[in-house]
């Protein structure tokens, strides 16, 4: 048999679990939009990396270009 107390504590328990379901439910949640985000933050990344990255290469071309220009007006 079953003691009063063995019941509350028992009760106590199975409240706390249903709270800790709900508890990481929440938290799987939050770290699957955390999830989304970051992928959306690394997608946006790559895509600056890549204009950055044809700018610096158009800048390069036009300064070697003006570079070549004023050399040629010394000579």
């Known amino acids: 048999m079953s003691t009063g107390t063995e019941v509350e504590r028992l009760t106590r328990i199975e ?20 999830k989304e985000d970051l992928a959306a933050l690394k997608n946006r990344g790559a895509g600056i990396l890549i204009g950055v990255s044809m700018i610096a290469a158009f ?17």
């Open 15 to 34: 409240t706390l679990l249903e709270r800790m379901g709900k508890d990481v439910s929440e938290i799987r949640i939050d770290q699957i939009k955390d």
């Open 59 to 75: 800048l390069g071309a036009k300064v070697g270009a003006i570079a070549t220009g004023i050399a040629s007006l010394f000579k």
